[in-house]
Nanobody, 122 residues
Framework: QVRFVESGGGLVQAGGSLTLSCKVSGGTFSSYTMGWFRQAPGVEREFVAA????????DYADSVKGRFTISRDNAKNLVSLQMNSLKLEDTAVYYCAAEQAQHFPPDDYHYWGQGAQVIVSS
């Protein structure tokens, strides 16, 4: 069973930065495409960023391009999301996800973390 431990969420002022981390166990981390998604209250979950198993490919939602950076460390089974220039609309629960995908980005993710709350205040 694939398990996730997400950390790094919290409260930050607009314009500030946060880094989310997701440590994965119970699977073959180095073979997974990893993604970050977010869900704000009353809104459907949306894609934020993804990174291929070898870090050679990344993908971002238009709303976060140039502000967020996804990275991974296969030796540590860790994927991170560096979030800069945070905006009020970035407030959401952020979810880490994993998929053993044949192509990038994957159409769906089978494995999901429990979520980390990010609140951006004015």
């Amino acid at each position: 069973q694939v398990r996730f431990v997400e950390s790094g969420g919290g409260l930050v002022q607009a314009g500030g930065s946060l880094t989310l981390s997701c440590k994965v166990s119970g699977g073959t981390f180095s073979s997974y495409t990893m993604g970050w998604f977010r869900q704000a209250p009353g809104v459907e979950r949306e894609f934020v960023a993804a990174i291929s198993w070898n870090s050679k490919s990344t993908d971002y939602a238009d709303s976060v391009k140039g502000r967020f950076t996804i990275s991974r460390d296969n030796a540590k089974n860790l994927v991170s999301l560096q979030m800069n220039s945070l905006k009020l609309e970035d407030t959401a629960v952020y979810y880490c996800a994993a998929e053993q995908a044949q192509h990038f980005p994957p159409d769906d993710y089978h494995y999901w973390g429990q979520g980390a709350q990010v609140i951006v205040s004015s």
